[in-house]
């Protein structure tokens, strides 16, 4: 595996060593070969065109020998695991522009890329993310062994691009140019806006049927069948009840825990309890050790219990004596009238 990999590593490099060596001129001049660029259809009912000879700032981009490993590593391959997958770093090296894009060298000789429709300058190649996906779409073909979940994220991407572009209307100004609208943002160009969507979706068409070529097995594989309604409703039925299941077992766990906690609290104060010999007034009367204080104190208390039962005895003494007073009330003021009666008598009987 090691030896292999090392090899097509070194075919990579010495095709690069031939690349790099060569002029941008000799390269403009050199390279005829046919060049199937993917390019956005000439009108909106159009197909897909190809260019037989690649225009000069669609050139093949140049890269030297020492960059070519870390370039193979920026896409997210590993150049000895990922080997069978070094043909995409080689399709991505010899990738073509998208159009309106130009490649261009500044005063050290560095490669930069100039978009001559919106101005935008950058050093990167504007397919390299293009190709990320691309290695992405390879490691999801093999860990799902099909390529079922790919064609639905090409499919959604091409619905979304269908929806972008809806919004745009080919129209002519006062002197008969065509020029594009796009009625929800007012954006107005000259050029198609179709041309570098559908340039990076088709490159990546491109690259998925390049896949199967060589996943050939992978790409014969009938996509998994899918669970019917009936097994959609019985698997949420049953996911229903594993939640119940779940919620039970937590409010049990909960109250375990609450118990132990109670009963480690209570064996906490009972070691803090201090009773030797004989106890008249167990049950009663607690002493303590406080370990709050710096100077240890030993504390004596009433044990709740006992402070709830002398409360209840003065309350029920409370409510007997009022309930006697009630009955005896009648009796008493009965007597004081007697006396209040009967004392003048005795003392007018007495004079």
Known sequence: MVAGSSAKIAGLLKARVQLSSTTPAAVGEADTSLALVATAPADFGGGVGFYDDPPAESRPRQQHVMEVMEYIKDLGMDPVQDADMLWIAEEALEAQLPPNWEQHYDDQGRVYYHNKATGESKWEHPMDDAFRDVVGYYREVIQAGGFWYVEDKIGQLEDKIRADLADWMELYDSHAEKFYYNRRTGESTFDDPRVAVYHNLYARIKMIGEMKKRLPLLARAPRPDLPTVEELELQKQQQGEQEKVLRV????????????????????????????????????????????????????????????????????????????????CGVIEHYRHQLRIVRPIQCAARV
Request: net charge positive; charged share 35%.
């Open 249 to 328: 077992v937590l409010r049990l766990q909960a109250a375990t825990r609450a118990l132990l906690a109670k009963k480690q609290a209570r064996e906490a104060r009972t070691a803090n309890v201090h009773a030797k010999g004989k106890q008249p007034l167990k049950g009663r009367v607690t002493l303590t050790l406080d370990k709050t204080d710096k100077p240890k104190e030993i504390s004596l208390a009433q044990t709740s219990p006992h402070r709830k039962k002398q409360a209840a005895i003065r309350i029920q003494k409370r409510i007997r004596g009022t309930l006697t007073r009630r009955k005896t």
